[in-house]
C-alpha cells in the first residue's frame, strides 16, 4: 500500500511538471465579414472552445463594417459572459471596428487595434427600407447610447465618446482610440499584443485574472464549412438570387405540372431565401414589387401588348430589387449590388419571355397525333366524293364525306372534321365556275 502511494504521488509530480513545461496556450479567432447570426455563433462557439482546452485567452481578430443589432447584443453578452478573457483586435492594418464592431470592441475585456485602424460610427440605422419618424428614431438611439454605455461603464472605458459614436457617429484612429481611454493597447500583430498584455489583470465574471501571454501557443481556430456557409446566406445578394430562382421553380412548375424538378428546386431555393432575408432588413414594398413584376411577365405572355407589360415588368422588377434591402447609405454592406440586379433582371426577363411562354403555347399548340391531329391536314380522294368516297392522308385510307360539293378523283382535299372515324373534307383550293 505504500508503495502504491509513493507510485500515485510521483504520477502526480510529474504530471504537473509537464503542465507547467507546457506553457500558456492561445486560442485566435478571426471575423472579416458583417455581424450576423453565423458570426455570433461562431464566436460564442470559440469561446467555448478556447475554455474547454483552458486557454489563457481568445484572442478575436476583428474587421467589420458592422451589422445586425440583434446579433450585436448576443456576441457582447457572450463576451461579457466569458468564463475567460476575451481579446478584441481590430486587425489587420487599413482594418475597421465599425458601427456594431465598436460596440464588440468596447465589451472586450482587453480592446486593441493594429496601425492604421479605426473605430466608431455606430449610429443605429433605420432597417426598414425607409426613413423611421422622428420618434422611433430617437427610441433607436437611445437605446443603443444606453446599451454602449453599460458596456464601456463595465469595462472602464471612455463613456462619453463612447456615446457620442452613437449619436454623432463620429469615428477616430486608433492613436485617438488609446489616448482617449477606448482601447488599452496598440500592436502591429497578435505576437506583439500577447508580449504587451502579459502580466496585466482583468475581471472575469466578477474574479480577477492575471494574463499569462507572453511566448504563448497560439492556436488559430478556422471558420468551419457550416458557419461559412451560414455566412455566405447572409449575404442579401445571395439571399436575392435564391429568392428569384424560387420563384422561376415554383412558377415552371405550375405550369408544368409534374415536371417535379423545378418544383423541389423552388422550393428549397425559396427556403433558404427565406431563411437569410429573416435576418436582413426586409422592405415589404420591394417585395409587393417583384411579385408584380412576375405577374406582368405572365400577363404578357397571355395578353398582347405589344411589350409595354415586359417594360413594366422590368421597371417594377428593377425598383423592386432596389427597395428589397435598403437600409440606409450608412450600412452599404445591407445592400443588393447592381452588378447583381441587372443581370438578374434580363434573366427573369428573358426567363418569362422563352421557358414560361414556350411552355404555355406547346398546352395551346394544335395536336399533332391521333384523331384530332389531322384535322386541318391535306390529303388526296383516290375516288370522287358525291358527297361520299375515299381520301388518303398521311399516307393511310379514309372514308369520306365532301363538305363543298362533288369532289373529283385526284383533287387535294384539307380535313375540316373527325366524326367517328370519318373524315369531313373540303377542296383545298377551291373551284370557280
Not at 53 to 68: D, E, F, Q, Y
Not at 168 to 184: G, H, M, Y
Request: proline share 5%.
Amino acid at each position: 500500500m505504500p508503495t502504491l502511494s509513493v507510485s500515485r504521488m510521483f504520477l502526480l509530480l510529474l504530471f504537473s511538471s509537464s503542465t507547467l513545461l507546457a506553457g500558456p496556450l492561445v486560442h485566435v479567432i478571426t471575423i472579416d465579414a458583417s455581424i450576423n447570426p453565423a458570426t455570433a455563433d461562431f464566436i460564442r462557439q470559440g469561446i467555448r472552445q478556447a475554455h474547454e482546452a483552458n486557454a489563457s485567452c481568445l484572442v478575436l481578430r476583428l474587421n467589420t463594417p458592422g451589422g445586425l443589432l440583434k446579433s450585436t447584443r448576443v456576441i457582447v453578452s457572450d463576451i461579457l459572459d466569458a468564463p475567460l478573457p476575451v481579446i478584441v483586435f481590430v486587425w489587420p492594418p487599413g482594418a475597421q471596428s465599425a458601427s456594431a464592431g465598436t460596440f464588440i470592441t468596447l465589451a472586450a475585456h482587453i480592446a486593441a487595434m493594429a496601425p492604421g485602424t479605426n473605430i466608431g460610427a455606430a449610429h443605429p440605422v433605420g432597417l426598414q427600407g425607409g426613413e423611421k419618424d422622428s420618434i422611433m428614431n430617437e427610441k433607436a438611439t437611445n437605446d443603443a447610447a444606453a446599451f454602449i454605455r453599460t458596456i464601456s461603464e463595465k469595462r472602464n472605458r471612455n463613456v462619453e465618446w463612447a456615446e457620442d459614436a452613437v449619436r454623432k457617429s463620429i469615428s477616430i484612429t486608433e492613436s485617438e482610440a488609446l489616448s482617449n481611454r477606448v482601447i488599452d493597447v496598440v500592436a502591429p500583430t497578435v505576437d506583439a499584443l500577447l508580449d504587451s498584455i502579459d502580466g496585466k489583470t482583468v475581471e472575469v465574471k466578477e474574479s480577477k485574472r492575471i494574463l499569462m501571454t507572453k511566448d504563448a501557443e497560439i492556436t488559430h481556430i478556422e471558420m468551419g464549412w457550416r458557419y461559412k456557409l451560414l455566412d455566405l446566406l447572409s449575404d442579401p445578394n445571395v439571399a436575392y438570387i435564391f429568392f428569384l430562382l424560387g420563384i422561376y421553380g415554383l412558377m415552371f412548375e405550375l405550369y408544368n405540372p409534374g415536371s417535379i424538378l423545378p418544383g423541389v428546386v423552388g422550393v428549397i431555393a425559396m427556403i433558404i431565401a427565406l431563411y437569410s432575408l429573416h435576418t436582413m432588413p426586409l422592405n415589404y414594398a420591394g417585395l409587393a414589387l417583384i411579385l408584380f413584376a412576375i405577374i406582368l411577365f405572365i400577363a404578357e405572355i397571355k395578353v398582347t401588348s405589344y411589350g409595354l407589360l415586359t417594360v413594366a415588368g422590368v421597371i417594377s422588377l428593377t425598383l423592386g430589387s432596389i427597395m428589397l434591402i435598403e437600409p440606409g447609405s450608412s450600412l452599404e454592406f445591407i445592400k443588393i449590388s447592381w452588378s447583381v440586379i441587372i443581370p438578374a433582371v434580363l434573366f427573369t426577363a428573358a426567363f418569362f419571355a422563352f421557358a414560361i411562354g414556350m411552355g404555355i403555347r406547346a398546352q395551346r399548340r394544335k395536336p399533332t397525333t391521333g384523331i384530332e391531329g389531322i384535322v386541318g391536314e391535306e390529303g388526296e380522294a383516290i375516288t370522287t366524293l358525291n358527297p361520299e368516297g375515299q381520301v388518303r392522308v398521311h399516307g393511310e385510307i379514309w372514308s369520306a364525306t365532301s363538305t363543298g360539293g362533288k369532289i373529283a378523283r385526284g383533287t387535294s382535299v384539307t380535313v375540316v372534321a373527325v366524326e367517328n372515324l370519318h373524315l369531313r373534307v373540303k377542296p383545298t383550293f377551291p373551284t370557280h365556275s
